[in-house]
Structure formats: C-alpha cells, structure tokens
C-alpha cells in the first residue's frame, strides 16, 4: 500500500481588485498544475481605501504595503503584486521570488486611435509618464492635449471614454488581456517609440517570507522566467539610481533577443521627463538607449540612469520616493 504525497496548500494574497484577482488566480492554475492546492485571500490596501489621486498619497507602495503586512504576519503564504507597484527597495525580511512570464509591455489607448485625436484632445491617465509622453508627442505633431487625472478600475476609466466625458483614455495593455476585456471603443497599442512603459509594466512580482518553507518556495521559484526576470531587472535598476519612484515621469523598456546569453543580447530603452513640477513634465523628454548581456542587467539599467542625470545636469532633482 502506497501512501499519497502530502499536498502543499498556498494561501495567495492579493488586492481584492477585479484584476489582482485575476493575476492572483492566473498563478494560481500555474501553481495549482504543479501539484498545490491554493487559496485566494482578500487584502484591503491603502491604494484601495484612499480615493485621492496617486500623486497626493504617494503612489510608490500604497498599493503593496498592506499586502506586504500580511505575509510577516503570516495570513498569507504568498503575496502576488503588479510589478510598477512595488517601491524598488526591497522590503525587510521579504523576498521576490519569482516573475512568471510577462504580459505585453505596452500601453493602450482606448476611445481612439492616436492620430484620431483632435487638437485639445482631453485624455484620462493618472500617470505622470504617459501625461509626459503624450504631451512630447502632441507637440511634436502640432496639436495640444490635455492629460485629464483619473482613477477607478479599468472598466469606469473605459466608460469616461464611452460616455465622451473623455475623448480617450490610457490603460496597461497587460491588464486588459489578463482580464479579457475588448473594449467596444477604437484602440490602439502605443509603440514604444511614442510611449515607453513604467518599469515593470506587465509583470508580476510572486514574494514570499524569508522564513517560508522550502517545499513552498521551491513551487514558486520554478515559476520564474529567466528573460523577464533579466529584464526588470534593468528595467528597476534604472529606476532606482535614477531615484525615481513609480509616479515620475520615467520609463523604461528592456528586452532579451533571443540567443545563447552571450553578447550584448538584452536592449533598453528608456525616457525622462526633463523637469517636472506639481506632477506635470515640463522641458520636453531625455531619451537614451543602450545594451549588454542579460547578466549585466542591473549594471545596464544603472548606467542609463547615470547617463540621463548627466543630461539633467543633477542628481538630486529627480527624487520621488
């Protein structure tokens, strides 16, 4: 008589968000198909309670920290965030275990198609990187837009666009395909030549205690993938020498070529605004680019930070964590 392996039960934690369900239960089947038994477990965040604009409560964590609290209390065995949402230094007594495949990096324009837009175009974002983005382009098709603040889940920023309050507005490509939703609007998906993403934009960061089992840890760990954990990597690594939190005016897009890892085979771009003052970018946008091999990936998104404080001219300037 053969006795039946015990089964690892995983309590999941996550915003209780339409879409962090989504992205809670997306890990879920994965875990679910290596052998686990799972269970979601609700949390409450500051980000959720809080119906000011990002820019006035902080932005950086308010969407992680409560999520956080429950795995060093131990109500959760594992935290599934929104990569952009976590602040890039790492959090005392936890760890990012893994970062499963990554979703589309692009930003979505919803309610039109960009060059469908009328001069004055009122668009809806409450992203200081797409307003900064948004407003380089317009101006360098001239015409004016004005980058309208907004919040809520993805289903009320589509309907400021269906009603016309907005004549379009900008979304995470990623969250829509996790949530399969097609909006009945014209859309489009901006190239990264016209708006580069937040860093870590479509992935998923999988965090876990110190202190967590190993049969636990082991699971999660192998759903890591090698090529998106190479690129936000970089990507966070820009963001953290520039001393930048999630609601500056930055982005940052890194990608592996596919190859044997030897050579200069991971590409990034990235973006600044050049100043930015009350949450708004003025001065136009610094560009920069580079590549290295995938090993190098911190040292890649480090150097391309360094590279846009010396156009800034500062390094105190560009604080906003």
Known sequence: MTMDAPVTRIRIGARTSPLARAQAD???????????????????????????????????????????????????????????????????????????????????????????????ARVGTGSPRRAAQLHAWAAATGRTVDAVPVRGNVDRRIGLAASGELDAVLLAAAGLNRLGRVPDLPTELLPLEVMLPAAGQGALALEMSLDAPAEVRALVAGLDDPATRAAVTAERGFLAALEAGCLAPAGAAAEVNPGCGIGPDLTMAVVVGRTWVGGSATGGLIRAADAAPRADALALGERLAHRVLAELGTTHDTHDN
């Open 26 to 120: 997306q890990v879920a089947a994965l875990l679910t198909a290596a052998g686990a038994q799972c269970e979601f477990v609700g949390v409450t965040t500051t980000g959720d309670t809080d119906r000011r604009h990002l820019t006035e409560i902080g932005g950086t964590g308010v969407f992680a920290q409560a999520v956080r609290e429950a795995l060093r209390t131990g109500e959760i065995d594992l935290a599934v965030h929104s990569l952009k949402d976590l602040p890039t230094a790492p959090a005392e007594g936890l760890e990012v275990v893994a970062h499963p495949v990554r979703e589309d990096v692009r930003d979505l324009l919803v309610g039109s198609r960009l060059d469908d837009l009328p001069d004055g």
